[in-house]
């Protein structure tokens, strides 16, 4: 059985950083394309940021130059480094996975297949 295990959420002041962590269980491998999604308050879910089974990465442009996405020595666990964190960067964090590697620069939403629980950030003075 497929689990996502996000980790790393919290409270930081503004212009502060946080580091997010994903942990899959079961089959996902450091082949499987990944992201990061986020949900504030009354809005849309969101992509933040992807990396694909390549190595590939996208950024939502809100976040280009503050964010980075990252897999460390082909492990399956994806990690998200927020920098110069805003109060508009606050919202619960999703980890998502696919099934598989799908041999695409860019993932579509609805082609993630697996989702984590999601981890609270709170960017507040």
């Known amino acids: 059985q497929v689990q996502l295990v996000e980790s790393g959420g919290g409270l930081v002041q503004p212009g502060g950083s946080l580091r997010l962590s994903c942990a899959p269980t079961?089959?996902?491998?450091?082949?499987?394309?990944m992201g990061w999604y986020r949900q504030a308050p009354g809005k849309q879910r969101a992509l933040v940021a992807s990396?694909?089974?390549?190595?590939?990465?996208n950024y939502a442009d809100s976040v280009k130059g503050r964010f980075t996405i990252s897999r460390v020595n082909d492990k399956a666990t994806v990690y998200l480094q927020m920098n110069s964190l805003k109060p508009e960067d606050t919202a619960v964090y999703y980890c998502?996975?696919?099934?598989?590697?799908?041999?695409?620069?860019?993932?579509?939403?609805?082609?993630?297949?697996?989702w984590g629980q999601g981890t609270q950030v709170t960017v507040s003075s």
């Open positions: 998502a996975a696919t099934s598989g590697r799908l041999f695409v620069v860019k993932v579509n939403t609805n082609e993630y297949v697996y």
């Open positions: 079961g089959s996902i491998f450091s082949s499987n394309d």
């Open positions: 990396i694909t089974g390549g190595g590939t990465t």
